[in-house]
């Protein structure tokens, strides 16, 4: 069972900066993908961005591109989540998540491991 604890998140204004972590229990991180998820208020999880933890490969939702970037330090089997520029309309509670199903995978249900959520604010 993959233990995954988010950190990081904070009420910042907008144009603002914050450094989401996602440390994982799994020893053999390298065989999974890790991925970034957010659900606001009212509506459905969205995928963010994702990361293959052994070649690094990523990828990114076109609303975050170019201001977001997902990074890794397998040796401390941690994930992190770079948020820059960020707008009121990121709000939401940032969910890191585990699989070794699908490694580009951007949809909920290929992921089998989640943690437990860290809130974003962002004010206007």
């Known amino acids: 069972q993959v233990q995954l604890v988010e950190s990081g998140g904070g009420l910042v204004q907008a144009g603002g900066s914050l450094r989401l972590s996602c440390a994982a229990s799994e020893r053999t991180f390298s065989n999974y993908a890790m991925g970034w998820f957010r659900q606001a208020p009212g509506k459905e999880r969205e995928f963010v961005a994702r990361i293959t933890m052994n070649w690094g490969t990523t990828g990114y939702s076109d609303s975050v591109k170019d201001r977001f970037a997902i990074s890794k330090d397998n040796a401390k089997n941690t994930v992190y989540l770079q948020m820059n520029s960020l707008k009121p309309e990121d709000t939401a509670t940032y969910y890191c998540?585990?699989?070794?199903?699908?490694?580009?995978?951007?949809?909920?249900?290929?992921?089998?491991?989640w943690g437990q959520g860290t809130q974003v604010t962002v004010s206007s």
């Open positions: 998540a585990a699989t070794r199903r699908n490694y580009y995978s951007r949809t909920i249900h290929d992921y089998d491991y």
